[in-house]
């Protein structure tokens, strides 16, 4: 399993295919895992990076605050460690976030983006979400229930009619079910609630307009996490932006409807080659 030294920390990567680069970034809580649906098909036409965000995964977990900033720092030196210069950069959920601040921060790194269910920033509805999500993480709360928790806010009805989709992302949100070390919190699962700081901090409104490359923000007409209204206004937020609502799809599209997406992908990147 390849790893870079990126600043303090080492992450943890993967890279599929040749081309053009392209890289995905996961949401909170999620490792390069998540993507699986979409390595094969996309490493047809790009470099597909992948990888586990600092805190998550083989990725170092330092005992630390984290920030959205922080994490698209560690993107770009991710990309210094493997040569690129510049690359098609993807990210879901909070990995939407990042690959924002990407944009923002080292806008001569991004040759596109694309946004996927994501805003500029947290919603009231959410954040207690996540943050139910992360205290449960921390007391170690069994496999099962940490699916129930979470399946219903970014699956749609459309996962749930297909038994094999659901234990798909049983045994992928399960996962993410970190036991405590005896009475000591693990180092993950304070990783995971720094994430969820760092999402809640995210703010990117009244900055979006420096993103100034061809961009697609997607959004399932299922999504129930993230109001639709929110990723409309952050399509209207970046300069020239193309919205795409699929008909339909959860919070996580690309498990959901995986075919749509890779297609609604695919067909973006190839228009802005």
């Known amino acids: 399993m390849p790893h870079a030294r990126v600043g303090d920390i080492r992450i943890h990567y993967e890279v599929e295919g040749r081309g053009q680069p392209l890289i995905l970034i996961a949401s909170m809580g999620t490792d390069l895992?998540?993507?699986?649906?979409?390595?094969?098909?996309?490493?047809?036409?790009?470099r597909v990076v992948t990888f586990d965000n600092r805190g998550w995964g083989q990725s170092d977990a330092p005992e630390m605050p984290y920030s959205i900033a922080m994490m698209a720092d560690d993107t770009v030196g991710l990309m210094d460690a493997l040569g690129i210069d510049r690359a098609h950069v993807l990210g879901k959920s909070m990995g939407g976030y990042i690959a924002q601040e990407v944009a923002i921060r080292h806008p001569g790194r991004v040759r596109s983006l694309v946004l996927v269910s994501t805003s500029a920033g947290p919603h009231v509805a959410e954040t207690p979400i996540l943050r139910g999500w992360a205290e449960a993480a921390m007391k170690g709360v069994s496999r099962r229930a940490f699916c129930q928790l979470m399946l219903p806010f970014i699956f749609s009805e459309y996962t749930f009619e297909d038994p094999e989709m659901v234990d798909m992302a049983i045994e992928m949100i399960g996962g993410r079910a970190i036991p405590k070390q005896g009475h000591t919190e693990s180092p993950q699962s304070r990783a995971l609630r720094s994430q969820f700081i760092a999402c809640v901090e995210h703010y990117a409104r009244g900055r979006l307009n420096r993103v100034n490359v061809p961009t697609l923000v997607m959004a399932g007409r299922d999504e129930f996490f993230i109001p639709l209204e929110l990723c409309r206004e952050l399509a209207a937020s970046i300069p020239n932006a193309r919205l795409a609502i699929l008909e339909s799809g959860g919070h996580a599209l690309n498990e959901d409807i995986p075919e749509e997406f890779n297609r609604t992908v695919l067909s973006f990147l190839g228009d802005t080659a």
């Open 33 to 46: 895992g998540g993507w699986r649906l979409q390595r094969p098909e996309f490493a047809g036409r790009y």
